[in-house]
């Protein structure tokens, strides 16, 4: 019997230059008043609250897509925090450039600001934080890790799988310290993230396990972006698994999430992967 969604990789292209097109205008009118708000902060030189600004002006830059303009206003936001003499705002500050940093491919520079923001964390007890970091790092090592080669990917996926046991270790100590839906949810992405270390080791049945496990936990306590990564990484894995049906119905999961909280670059990797399956061999 044939695959009912057979979509044509164009009619796809358009749906997602449509689709990101429509959130991006939303996510611009937020962007267009935090600007007023930091340039009345800047009037008023009130470089914490501009610092404030400036890691929600890079959020919404990172969920447009345009990391590189995500990376100049974390930078923005890493200079004021150390003006005010804000150690754990500006700890915070060296993971976002981090996380910048690795969505353009600077690895080294990713990693750089990822071992300050841990090391920081450290060194103010901050758990929370240190949680963070480790997730953070290991995520840069899964990165590096999907476009390396032989033995450094092997390496790379060690130092990835060995951040997020840490992490978890952490979430332990956390136990009584912040409110268990945050633990919960932190527990999720690092099972989720060890997931993906097992999918690029070739060992479906693990990964598959992993991200279930991830997916049971977190669909209950509302944390949408962590449910979105689940079904769309877990039908990644299933298109990998060549079983497309339910890698599309994965993918219908993850296009759910979205219209409760849309973002375009999340949209834009969901329709990508479903074009995906257009390029497959018919199934009769």
């Known amino acids: 019997r ?3 969604f057979k979509p ?16 991006s205008t939303s996510l611009r009118h937020e962007i267009d008043e935090l600007k007023k708000r930091r340039k009345k902060a800047q009037n008023e030189n009130d470089l914490l609250e501009e610092a404030k600004i400036c890691n929600q002006l890079g959020g919404l830059s990172s969920q447009c897509g345009d990391h590189q303009q995500a990376l100049q206003y974390h930078q923005y936001e ?3 925090s150390e003006a005010v003499g804000d150690r754990l705002g500006a700890a915070v500050a060296h993971r976002r450039v981090g996380e910048c940093e690795c969505e ?7 990693l750089s ?3 300050e923001h841990l090391r920081v964390a450290e060194e103010l007890g901050d758990q929370t934080e240190v949680q963070r970091a480790l997730t953070t790092l290991g995520r840069t090592y899964l990165h590096q890790a999907d476009r390396g080669k032989g033995d450094e990917t092997d390496q790379l996926l060690r130092k990835a799988g060995t951040a997020f046991l840490k ?15 945050e633990v919960l949810s932190m527990r999720s992405r690092s099972y989720l993230n060890l997931g993906l270390v097992y999918e690029i080791r070739g060992d479906y049945k693990s990964a598959r396990e992993f991200m279930q496990k991830a997916l049971g936990i977190v669909k209950e306590l509302g944390d949408t972006d962590t449910v979105f990564r689940c079904h769309l990484d877990l039908g990644s894995l299933r298109l990998k698994e060549n079983h497309p049906s339910e890698a599309v119905s994965c993918f219908h999961e993850a296009l759910a999430v979205l219209k409760k909280k849309p973002n375009p670059q999340q949209m834009a990797d969901t329709l990508r992967e479903m074009a995906k399956i257009s390029r ?3 199934i009769v």
């Open 167 to 181: 992490s978890l270790d952490v979430c332990d100590k956390l136990v009584r310290a912040v409110p268990e839906r």
């Open 8 to 23: 044509k990789a164009v009619v796809l292209k358009l749906i997602i230059n449509f689709s990101t097109h429509r959130m």
């Open 2 to 4: 044939a695959l009912a």
């Open 78 to 80: 890493l200079s004021l």
């Open 280 to 282: 497959q061999p018919r």
């Open 113 to 115: 600001h990822q071992e």
């Open 104 to 110: 353009l491919g600077n690895y080294e520079s990713a």
